[in-house]
């Protein structure tokens, strides 16, 4: 909510009417927001919300997350000039809430306010908090540059932890799967040398095959020839009037002969018949074996 005043950058909006009316638990999920964490950086009157929040003694959890929201707070004069940590000195506030202020910004230790004081000019009633006012600046600038150089140190020690930590455990995963593909490979090994003796094993089964039917067919054209030449050797030296004389006995002979000759033939092919399809069964078995 926005009012009609002559400062036209001044602004009351649900953060400054909390923290008027000092509700402080309410505060805590209205910095949980995106516009909660803007509005620590609206000035009403002059003060932005945590200098409100010192002036009414807000807790300690309300200060410090009013400062975390917005640490350059801390920086910024209020009425009267007076710096956060004025204010904090004034109100006699917590050690914790003062060394936070302190550590955002250690040159607010010697800033001046419109009565000419110093957060160190104000009596306190806890020694910590004077032993805190009383350090120099110098030692505060050193304090805040080596916690941050120690806190960059511990981000980057704990992100090298993290990162080891994803390495760890890609490392198992590699292991886990390092140890699943050497089963696979216990399982298949065992397969693929059987594999390659049944492919042994046809090779051979296949070379003898062809060997038997190499043999075979030798035989046939032999026993072939030798008959055909029998044939013609009678027929070219039995002159055809003898033929046509000779006995009945002998003209059964020769038909006898030739029936015989044509069992002889038909057995050779049957051999023949058996001996290519037990080609074909032996090559049926060889690529069964190999899709499996």
């Given at each position: 909510?926005?009012?009609?005043h ?12 909390e ?8 505060i805590?999920?209205?910095l949980a ?10 000035p009403?009157k ?5 200098h ?44 914790t809430?003062i ?11 010697d800033e ?12 306190q ?36 932890q ?32 059987t ?5 042994r ?9 062809s ?9 046939l054209?032999?026993?072939k ?7 013609d ?9 003898e ?11 020769v038909?006898?002969v030739?029936?015989?000759y044509e ?28 899709s499996?």
């Amino acid at each position: 909510q926005y009012f009609d005043h002559r400062d036209t950058t001044m602004v009351y909006d649900r953060l400054h009417d909390e923290i008027v009316h000092m509700k402080w638990a309410e505060i805590g999920a209205t910095l949980a927001t995106s516009d909660g964490k803007k509005m620590t950086k609206e000035p009403f009157k002059t003060d932005l919300p945590l200098h409100m929040a010192i002036e009414r003694n807000a807790p300690d959890k309300v200060l410090l997350d009013l400062l975390k929201a917005n640490p350059d707070a801390a920086t910024v004069f209020g009425k009267s000039g007076d710096l956060p940590l004025h204010l904090a000195t004034k109100k006699k506030m917590s050690v914790t809430f003062i060394k936070s202020l302190i550590k955002v910004f250690p040159e607010a230790l010697d800033e001046l306010n419109e009565a000419k004081e110093t957060p160190r000019d104000y009596p306190q009633t806890d020694a910590r908090v004077d032993e805190l006012l009383s350090r120099p600046t110098a030692c505060w600038v050193d304090t805040v540059e080596r916690d941050e150089y120690y806190g960059r140190k511990r981000s980057k020690i704990s992100e090298l932890q993290k990162k080891a930590a994803v390495l760890k455990e890609a490392l198992q995963q590699s292991q886990q799967t390092r140890e699943a593909i050497q089963q696979k490979i216990a399982v298949i090994e065992p397969m693929l040398e059987t594999q390659t003796l049944s492919n042994r094993e046809a090779v051979v089964q296949n070379n003898k095959v062809s060997l038997i039917e190499e043999e075979t067919a030798q035989e046939l054209r032999r026993l072939k020839e030798i008959v055909e030449s029998l044939e013609d050797k009678i027929m070219s030296e039995t002159p055809q009037d003898e033929l046509l004389q000779l006995s009945a006995m002998k003209k059964q002979h020769v038909l006898s002969v030739k029936k015989e000759y044509e069992k002889f033939r038909d057995v050779v092919e049957e051999i023949r018949k058996d001996i290519l399809r037990l080609k074909v069964k032996s090559r049926l078995h060889k690529s069964t074996q190999s899709s499996e």
